[in-house]
T-cell receptor
């Protein structure tokens, strides 16, 4: 089993739709979780951290389910500018073991 | 403030030549990472520096790859005797401990 697994997509959704991505991780000792966004031919940019209690930033909501070992990202009212690849990142802490998922590609269609 | 910077932004080299890629992390960030990404692929971890600790070199694909970080700041990734399969975008990131990483714009390496 891969350490971090994501559905590569692509997810094609109409403008205004709500879309959710999940990311599963295998190391139950993982401590920190993040979502990144990567535009085509650009570097990844930190989108948001994922906290145990869940957190929201505008149209974006991130949640962590430790029991089932997955994190999720929900995007409401999708915009064309949300089109990108969304990377799940899991940090197992200690002497640092940060693992990036392969990313889920989102295409928002007019 | 200034983000992570990398140089050069593009590098074209002939097979067999050595190349050096530079990364200037965000000031005060103790952790520094190198990754590479081939077109349409995910990030491949190469090496990680944390403070004065010995680096985690577990991701380096061969002994042609090496990296150093001087004075806990600037880092250089060196690829000796480059091969065509080394062609990729090399990304550097820095972070404070247990926080998210901030990436530089990358160096696009093309080996001809």
């Amino acid at each position: 089993r891969k350490e971090v697994e994501q559905d590569p997509g692509p997810f094609n959704v109409p403008e205004g739709a709500t879309v959710a991505f999940n990311c599963t991780y295998s190391n139950s000792a993982s401590q920190s979780f993040f979502w990144y966004r990567q535009d085509c031919r650009k570097e990844p940019k930190l989108l948001m951290s994922v906290y145990s209690s869940g957190n929201e930033d505008g149209r974006f909501t991130a949640q962590l389910n430790r029991a089932s070992q997955y994190i999720s990202l929900l995007i409401r009212d999708s915009k064309l500018s949300d089109s990108a690849t969304y990377l799940c990142v899991v940090d197992s802490g200690g002497y640092q073991k940060v693992t990036f998922g392969i990313g889920t590609k989102l295409q928002v269609i007019p | 403030g200034a983000g992570v910077s990398q140089s050069p932004s593009n590098k074209v080299t002939e097979k067999g030549k050595d190349v050096e890629l530079r990364c200037d992390p965000i000031s005060g960030h103790t952790a520094l990472y190198w990754y590479r990404q081939s077109l349409g692929q995910g990030l491949e971890f190469l090496i990680y520096f944390q403070g004065n600790s010995a680096p985690d070199k577990s991701g380096l694909p061969s002994d042609r790859f090496s990296a150093e970080r001087t004075g806990g700041s600037v880092s250089t990734l060196t690829i000796q005797r480059t091969q065509q399969e080394d062609s990729a975008v090399y990304l550097c990131a820095s972070s404070l401990e247990a926080s998210g990483q901030y990436f530089g714009p990358g160096t696009r390496l093309t080996v001809t």
